[in-house]
């Protein structure tokens, strides 16, 4: 059996399960590469405006989201760039993917646009698009509080604030507060959409073709991991921890990657952001 597909209709507020067949997840694996053939296959006119209600938004798991695997908390929003006209597949991690999959769902397709803001609440069978009216332009922490409150207490939440609502281009799509699908204006389209939040939980878990030889790869992989000089400075610094290392090898992007080093690449370096905003949150 293929993944399944939540396709949802804002135009006229109609949801529906499908299958997408085996032969597309194993050429495409997943996530991004799914997700960017449901992008081609579901829109109609690839010329069509980022904006464009006929602008498809997707939430694409991958086949690790919700095991217990290394990098198993992402998932990745697929559509067309407002930004850049071109595919945008912006990634985040947290807990958000794997509710989607525990809640029975390996991707979300959102097609059309509402009339007035909306959020969708998936619990397991049970698809709602409800009023997300009292929720527009309060910002992502508040907003998410206030969600989980009418939901459930341990739903997870991928949601827009207000600079996402106003169509910023460069708007990111917010989960467990601070966490971000942050690239090529993916917030943009969900405000052009007026959705609010995709607001999941799930109760089925993800189970694993052949769980001994899955948890003796895994663990392969986390000793691989521990084992790296990368790891220590990545789980204090995040992915700014890689800056100066990209800087000095020359593949930093810089002015649209019209370059590969920043002469001012130590300011924004993992170590001068960490100590700017955690060890003196003070310092101007």
């Known amino acids: ?93 947290g807990y958000f993917g794997p509710a989607l999959r525990f809640a029975g769902y390996d991707y979300v397709l959102v097609e059309g646009a509402a009339s007035r803001p909306v959020y969708l609440w998936i619990r397991d069978d049970q698809i709602e698009i409800r009023s997300a009216e009292h929720i527009w332009g309060k910002r992502v922490a508040q907003a998410e509080e206030m969600l989980r409150s009418e939901t459930h207490p341990d739903a997870r939440v991928a949601l827009i604030g207000p600079a996402g609502e106003k169509r910023a281009r460069v708007a990111c799509v917010m989960n467990d507060r601070g ?36 948890a003796a790869s895994t663990y392969a992989a986390v000793q691989t991991l521990a084992d790296s000089p990368l790891r220590s400075g990545l789980s204090m610094l995040g992915t ?17 990657f019209q370059r590969g080093v920043f002469e001012d690449a130590s300011k924004i370096d993992g170590e001068r952001v960490h100590f700017l905003h955690v060890r003196s949150p003070e310092t101007d």
């Open 179 to 214: 966490r971000a699908a942050g690239r090529s204006g993916v917030g943009a389209v969900m405000g052009a959409k007026k959705l609010k939040a995709v607001v999941a939980y799930g109760t089925r878990g993800v189970s694993v073709g052949r769980p001994e030889k899955f």
């Open 1 to 93: 059996m293929g993944a399944t597909l939540l396709r949802v209709h804002l135009g006229n507020s109609s949801v529906r399960k499908e299958r997408v067949p085996d032969e597309i997840t194993r050429a495409f694996l997943g996530g991004r590469g799914v997700g960017t053939k449901l992008l081609f296959e579901n829109m109609a006119d690839p010329r069509l405006d980022a904006f464009d209600p006929g602008n498809p938004l997707i939430l694409a798991t991958g086949p690790l989201t919700g095991t217990y695997a290394p990098t198993g908390g992402r998932y990745m929003v697929v559509t067309k760039s407002p930004l850049t006209g071109a595919v945008a597949c912006s990634n985040s991690g």
């Open 240 to 256: 700014a921890a890689t800056v100066s290392y990209m800087n000095a090898v020359g593949i930093l992007p810089t002015c649209n």
